[in-house]
């Protein structure tokens, strides 16, 4: 009964009316109080200046204050309709898409349109995101900006580029992992990076290739843009890798066969280590080994180690005060030290099934 009634009482502007079947008396209306027409003729007559280069797709934002979705849920408590918010967002849609030439994408967009309750309407850039796979070829660079005072970093160096090249306002490096400052990265880590407010929307990937190349530092391969969702799947994923280590002592044949036979294709135990426990919790962790080899080139002789993705390799080697069980410093009863680390090889192979 009181259902029935209050829908006797209610009455809807054109635009409200028409999300509801048109049950209801038309005139002033109870849900927008005639904001929703206001704000259609407000897009309609905007001039819209669309501040990127080479834009082709853009995503809406409306804001809908909370008493106004409050009184439409009175209505949706005696019939079904469509809701104010979709119902708005589709016509604003429309009305820009005509407007600018551009095609609406809600997750991978070059510009946001924001239109308020007024009917004011917004332009915000979006950030642009490039992947990429990076080599690092010196011993006095990090991975991130601020994380060591030596050198710069990776991200100063192909962020600085590609923030330049893209007319940014800033730039953020989102990685698979990291190696420390004095490893060098010969396989090529996958890694986003985030360009803030990007106005060049399709920079040329080689000219940026060759810019970062030419520092003979750092070297990038398999740039491509890529949406938002990217990040996620590059920062959540471990991937397992091979190494070069270059120990601090030649070791003798037998010392080899010592280290393979307590090593190669065994679990081995790792407490956080002393040098990064102030930045991580201090937990053990188990890791496996998958394969050890020994060899020679120029340098001198190396061990090959293929581990799991997590595994401590200076660690493995020196073992760390007795913390890594076992390592090769425990298994030979003598200090040995890692005196050059190369990352050879990253198992990331679903990683290009998924970017390309």
Sequence with gaps: MFSAIFKHMIILCEFCNQRFEKKFKQGECYICRGNVERILKNVEGAKIEIPVKNAEFFSISTTIPKEVLLREEDVFDITFGESIKSWLNAKVVEILAKKTKLKYNASNSDVNFTVDWNGNIFTSVKNLFIFGRYKKYSNELSQSRGYWKGKGSVEEIIGGVMEEECEGTGHSLHASGREDVDALNFAGRPFVMEILSAKERKPDLERIKKRINETKVVEVEDL?????????????????????????????????????????GKIIEQWTPKRVERRRVNKMRKRKIYRIGFGEDEEGQYAGIEAEAGTYIKELVNGDGGRTKPSFSEILGKPLECKKLIVIAIKDDFIRDVVG
Excluded: N, P, Q
């Design 224 to 264: 491509k843009i890529v949406d938002g969702g990217t990040v996620a799947i590059i920062t959540d994923s471990h991937f397992d890798k091979t190494y070069r280590v270059y120990l601090s002592e030649r070791l003798s044949g037998e010392e080899m066969k010592k280290i393979r036979e307590r090593i190669e």
